[in-house]
């Protein structure tokens, strides 16, 4: 889906094809995964630690639209944000788009606890990156994993993982999210997909950014 960027001012004009991009993003863990499969095809990203005021939503396509519009039209320079969330069945969807809070406030912990009783773990992983550029305006991608919460926290060796990845465990594999390397992990995760979709798009021949 392609929107466009109001109240832009044109600058340099010169047609390049640039293999760098930014990621308005606070969470290094985040960073690092998309960090990883980027630069493992040729695009160097860069953290961008400022980012748009998250609205409140229940979709969090447009929660990162709003974020992306908000960091672009601040730093006008091409940039990518992310917004995930856990979407549990038995809850219908919840937390979504309010995983932020959820983990702040209850934690894995707490999330266990509310399914104590619970036979259906089912869960999604969802990402909405949105990427947003001068001659591009807004572009959407996203990424999903099925996948079920588990009874217990479950961490690896070596302490990889962040947020709810000790309690999700996709279908396809034996291990949580932080029992995976960050290669096991961006193997198929949301991100990676929602990553993968964008780096196809952006290696495309069609693809020039204005700067
Ligand atoms: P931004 O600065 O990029 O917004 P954030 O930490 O606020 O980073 P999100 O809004 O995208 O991240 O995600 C909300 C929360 O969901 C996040 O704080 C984590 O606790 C959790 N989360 C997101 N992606 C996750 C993943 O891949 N594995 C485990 N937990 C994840």
């Not at 609205?55 to 917004?83: G, H, K, T, W, Y």
């Not at 034996?174 to 960050?182: D, G, W, Y």
């Not at 290669?183 to 964008?198: D, G, T």
């Amino acid at each position: 889906m392609l929107k466009n960027v109001n109240n832009c001012s044109s600058n340099a004009g010169a047609y390049v094809n640039v293999r760098n991009v930014l990621f308005a993003t606070g969470n290094f863990h985040k960073f690092n995964e998309v960090r990883s499969i980027l630069s493992s095809i040729g695009i160097a990203v860069g953290m961008l630690r400022m980012k748009g005021k998250e609205i409140q939503s229940d979709n969090i396509m447009e929660i990162a639209e709003n974020c992306a519009l908000e960091a672009f039209n601040q730093c006008r320079i091409p940039l990518i944000v992310e917004d995930a969330g856990l979407f549990i069945d038995a809850f219908e969807g919840f937390p979504g788009p309010y995983s932020a809070y959820v983990y702040k406030t209850i934690q894995n912990r707490g999330i266990l606890k509310l399914m104590e009783n619970l036979q259906n773990r089912k869960a999604t992983f969802c990402s909405a990156i949105v990427y947003c550029s001068q001659e591009t305006g807004v572009l959407f991608f996203e990424g999903k994993v099925e996948g079920e919460i588990t009874f217990t926290e479950r961490k690896g060796d070596n302490n990889s993982g962040f947020g709810f990845d000790p309690i999700f465990q996709p279908f396809y594999s034996e291990k949580t999210f932080a029992e995976m390397t960050l290669e096991e992990k961006n193997y198929s995760s949301h991100r990676a997909k929602a990553v993968n979709e964008f780096a196809k798009w952006y290696n495309s021949d069609n693809r020039h950014d204005i700067f």
